[in-house]
């Protein structure tokens, strides 16, 4: 059987075309949520075209978003209760050539790869192997893959970069790209109404909104020297940082816009001519579509379209200004891989013996 493990909305989407490509193959599979973001998770759920979860692990502090270490404590402490209540039974019910699958850098894919041992049971990493060589630049992310990759039996590594991080390991398999790949060219691009030109605005991370210096610099810069309007999106845990760093937003330039559905959002990145983002999950869809990009960390993971259409800032308010003024030099076209991410993992659990 193969379960998948995953509480945030950028896992579900990332994790969504393996299951529908396990669909198509009428190949059995469980899902269970941990809830560690609840902003927009679960109302994406059915449009990625997931059913109800097997199990819901736990439910974040009272159903609202982590924002704080004590509040990461306690989900910590939800799931341990849940493992311990429920671990007999699950053994007794998950057949014991199971894998469970966990994506990426977050606390639920530690918790994932933990729940495989504790049962028992095999675990694959997907997006395994990357590296940005600092473990306090992106935190606590990067130490989050590094034990991930010492817990997991299956490493699915997107670029020769990622699999030469994990050479002393066995069982690793280079996915040629990875499975973001699958999530954005399975979307028909959708022409904005107005034709107007924008840039997109994306900054969420905990270290960019915890320092208010970094936040009011980089918020002016963009509100003074962007070229264009842009949409600023935010979520319940970013919108106060962001936009009080702007007392006069001025509504014809910048576009306060809530979190939306990840189809949406791609439309938006497609028909932008710059974005702004700390999310390395956007570097990446970004790279493939060639839009000029931003990265705006000390560090990045990810070596998707840096020297070519993606810049990082390693939080240089000159870099973001330098970008502002010449963007346009960095458009790429799209990016089309020659093979599936999605395929080649599926293929590989069917050989193993998982996906029957």
Do not use: C
Request: proline letters at 6%; a neutral charge.
């Amino acid at each position: 059987m193969i379960i998948f493990i995953f509480g945030t909305t950028a896992e579900a989407i990332k994790l969504a075309p393996i299951a529908r490509r396990l669909d198509e193959r009428q190949v059995p599979y469980e899902y269970w949520l941990t809830l560690q973001h609840t902003s927009g998770l679960i109302e994406t759920l059915p449009k990625l075209g997931f059913r109800e979860p097997e199990h819901i692990i736990a439910n974040t502090v009272n159903g609202k978003p982590l924002k704080s270490y004590g509040d990461v404590l306690r989900w910590t402490v939800q799931i341990g209760k849940w493992l311990l209540m429920n671990s007999r039974n699950l053994r007794r019910s998950i057949p014991r050539d199971s894998i469970i699958l966990v994506h990426g850098d977050t606390m639920t894919s530690v918790v994932g790869a933990v729940i495989a041992k504790w049962l028992r049971v095999d675990s694959a990493h997907v997006e395994a192997g990357l590296r940005s060589g600092n473990w306090r630049h992106p935190f606590p992310e990067e130490l989050d893959r590094r034990i991930v990759g010492k817990l997991a039996k299956v490493h699915y590594s997107p670029s020769p970069e990622s699999t030469a991080n994990l050479a002393p390991r066995k069982n690793v398999v280079f996915t040629r790209g990875n499975t973001a790949i699958d999530a954005v060219l399975d979307q028909d691009e959708r022409p904005l109404s107005n034709g107007e030109k924008y840039g997109v605005v994306l900054l969420h991370r905990f270290e960019l909104l915890a320092n208010p210096n970094l936040v009011s610099q980089t918020m002016t810069t963009l509100a003074a020297q962007s070229p264009l309007p842009f949409h600023l999106f935010v979520n319940d845990y970013s919108e106060k940082a962001l936009t009080s760093a702007l007392p006069l937003l001025d509504p014809t330039k910048i576009y306060v816009k809530k979190k939306v559905g990840h189809e949406d959002f791609v439309n938006y990145m497609k028909n932008a001519e710059f974005i702004v983002t700390d999310s390395g999950g956007i570097q990446e869809e970004a790279a493939l579509l060639g839009v000029p990009t931003l990265v705006h960390r000390i560090a990045t993971e990810r070596g998707e379209g840096l020297g070519h259409n993606v810049v990082l800032s390693e939080w240089r308010i000159d870099t973001l200004s330098i970008f502002l003024q010449s963007f346009e030099s960095l458009r790429r076209p799209v990016s089309v891989p020659a093979s599936s991410p999605s395929d080649i993992i599926v293929n590989d659990l069917t050989e193993r013996g998982y996906a029957r």
